[in-house]
């Protein structure tokens, strides 16, 4: 069962750094986009940045200039580098991901979330 865990939230201060990482596992056969989204309290989930199979990257305005995407194909993973960070980052991050399982059929994948809290 194809499954994306993230891991690397937490709490920091405005003008600090914090660096997501979303792992992919189970049985993939090719993953096609992968990228961040975010959802404040009260507020929609919002697209952060997206990273295409052969490294295109697309990112909010709200966060270029401050954030960078990258992924590692070999191990199936996608990162956010988010530096700068100010109090409206602060949100429950999400991963997704593009995903044609070994059992074949595309499919949107999402993790569970993680929650980054930027404090001014």
């Known amino acids: 069962q194809v499954q994306l865990v993230e891991s690397g939230g937490g709490l920091t201060q405005a003008g600090g750094s914090l660096k997501l990482s979303c792992a992919a596992s189970g049985g993939i056969f090719v993953i096609n986009d992968m990228g961040w989204y975010r959802q404040a309290p009260g507020k929609q989930r919002e697209l952060v940045a997206t990273?295409?199979?052969?490294?295109?990257?697309n990112y909010a305005d709200s966060v270029k200039g401050r954030f960078t995407i990258s992924r590692d194909n070999a191990k199936k993973t996608v990162s956010l580098q988010m530096n700068s960070l100010k109090p409206e980052d602060t949100a429950v991050y999400y991963c997704n991901a593009e995903i044609i399982p070994s059992t074949g059929g595309a499919k949107y994948y999402w993790g569970e979330g993680t929650l980054v809290t930027v404090s001014s």
């Open positions: 990273i295409t199979a052969g490294s295109t990257t």
